[in-house]
């Protein structure tokens, strides 16, 4: 199952409403597993203790009616027509829409930040030429720090709540599935049976994930349709067998009436109502993988239609059944003929809807982690051909064992229900209030329009939370207390890795100190390539400073890389690498910054290295040419001259095409004159004012061309010093690579509060020395690793 194929539009009308149709066949697999198991445990939540099923059927007939609107208001008018059209060029979740508010505002608490991201072809801005409303509550919340940190804490507690439900829904899902077994076995052997073999499933489901779901995802889609399938046939035949007037029950009348008759009880009751929409903001979280199109056809004329019908034959079937001998649940409703088989393809359907948040929760983590607020894991790509297939294993497994906890210590539904109801529903929320804030920013419709969309919205998900809440001490105290714990993790984590910038920030060497290294300190130029990394985008980092100090010598080749992630979902590869000089051409010193977005693959080491000499000597090409007078960096639009002076560093875009169309190292022949044509965004780079804060630099899209009219006698001189610097690059790269970085340790400075002091000398500490390293996470050989031991007071 190619999830790829979602990107690619064929011109033809034809073509692509057959891709479109693939797509919403292929999502109803990945996107709407959790969703479409609902109907296995809503009912029985609902009527687990707060509400009686009576002989009037108006409690029954009142949860149909509340499950009907609120699949209708929630995923059909929220997501399908709004939530989804708030997209990151493409990408959906909650990270997705606080980078699609960063981007619109000043409001990031990322480090390292630049004009020269805002030239990314992928950082796309909706500019309204009247936005004045808009323009208010941007300057409110750019104006207030504190409103930055609120921001971040909600996203935060957003991303955790997702987490929570990925450690929730496996276990309430294959649960409800195997309770069928309750109505062929007795209770002494069911009571023994369910959860022995549930643990089994749950173990079996998380010991394959390391496969990767590419392997087993061809047959998703065949399962959840069968399912869907499967509901929707029994729906009908309990419509028509026992209660063809159920219909009615859709009347918000039946909604009123129940809460009149069961007041408190039926309010407590919503919190297992809101069940049916478990799975929901997958619809938005796993847009990049389809396209808005098939995901709005696959529900609305698919999952749509086969959950009311489901949800009307339950309640049709027990209208008729008030019987103590029956307990309500889904089973009850299968006829028994065919149970076994529904058993089956519950028990797949559930594994599936698992699956899928399983999944979904190791993309956020490292979505988390590429944002600078997780602590570094392990993160393995299981496909090379679909893009965001990945597996966590340290997670994969804490996840398993939290689920196998849950099932063996809640053992009912009801429990299980409360808890991931409360999660569910936290996601919502947090998806409304950051929705409400794209249309302000992002699509600068009126503040009223963004009132109504939360008050409306949110007045309904706050009903349901509060019904959630109130059950604290039933089940709804885990995803709270796991958000705590998971939300002062990020947030220390993150606090610290800003504090850790600022410290470099303020720490870092001038320019000068670099250039007067040399023979009369004492100091050595080594051959090979040395690689010093940094969070810096300008300036020497003080760990080379005091490499130096200890071991008087650095490489021949040195080129300082900042590895950074910026807010957008993707960076493309012809501009993810900024390359600038430090220093003169003869110092053989650059800087070369690597951009990632947060969906992005970061490269191994190998290719990396192959792939950052190849752009050194790019830019080396492309200076020497510029310097030589024969590239005219011309302003397309209005055509004029915009050269600089030699003194000037600059920092150039260099894509994959090389310069005078010759490889890297084929130096041997004359450099002939060519035409190359490419768009590069520039942008000047030595300047300390753009560390934090952007500047008013003008971006320019400009064009290389390479002429015939360069003065003959200059000429073979630079030809010279050209080849050169490439020798020098190639022999450096031949001679081997070392990998210079920084070895930290933090801790708070004197005078700081104790929640301070905890938090930075224990708990940063403790995650740092027990996550994985940088070196790690670069994948760099040991024996080509060189590391600086760094103490951050902070």
Known sequence: MDLDCGRCWSTSKKTSWKNTLLLAYQSLGVVYGDLSISPLYVYKSSFAEDIQHSETNEEILGVLSFVFWTLTLVPLFKYVFVVLRADDNGEGGTIALYSLICRHAKVSLLPNRQVADEALSTYKLEHSPQAKNSSRVKLLLEKHKSLHTALLILVLLGTCMVIGDGLLTPAISVFSAVSGLELSMSKDRHQYAVIPITCFILVCLFALQHYGTHRIGFCFAPVVLTWLLCISALGLYNIFRWNPHVYKALSPYYMFKFLKKTRKRGWMSLGGILLCITGSEAMFADLGHFSYTAIQIAFTFMVYPALILAYMG????????????????????????????????????????????????????????????????????????????????????????????????????????????????????????????????????????????????????????????????????????????LVSVMFVWHYATVKKYEYDLHNKVSLEWLLALGPSLGIARVPGIGLVFTDLTSGIPANFSRFVTNLPAFHRVLVFVCVKSVPVPFVPPAERYLVGRVGPPAHRSYRCIVRYGYRDVHQDVDSFESELVSKLADFIRFDWFKARGIIDTCNEEDGSRSGASSGDYKLAVIGTVGFAGTPAFEIEEDLQPASVSVGFPTIDSVTDAIEMEPVGVVERRVRFAVGYESEADSRPEMDIQLREELEDLCGAQQAGTAFILGHSHVRAKQGSSLLKRLAINIGYNFLRRNCRGPDVALKVPPASLLEVGMVYVV
């Open 314 to 485: 339950q309640a049709a079937f027990l209208s008729k059944h008030h019987d103590t001998n029956y307990q309500i649940g889904f089973y009850v409703s299968v006829p028994e003929h065919v149970r076994w088989p529904v058993l089956v393809i519950a028990i797949l359907a559930s594994v599936v809807g698992s699956q899928a948040i399983i999944s979904g929760t190791f993309s956020i983590i490292n979505q988390s982690q590429s944002l600078g607020c997780f602590p570094r894991v392990k993160v393995v790509h299981t496909s090379d051909k679909i893009h965001g297939q990945i597996y966590i294993p340290e997670i994969n497994w804490t996840l398993m064992v939290f689920c196998i906890a849950v099932a063996i210590g809640f053992r009912d539904v009801k429990h299980m229900g409360n808890a991931s109801g409360l999660a569910v529903m936290a996601v919502m929320l947090v998806t409304t209030c950051l929705t409400s804030l794209v249309i302000i920013l992002c699509w600068h419709k009126p503040p009223i329009v963004a009132l109504c969309f939360l008050l409306f919205f949110g007045s309904i998900e706050l009903l349901y939370f509060s019904a959630s809440l109130i059950k604290f001490l039933e089940g709804a105290w885990l995803p709270i207390l796991l958000a705590l714990f």
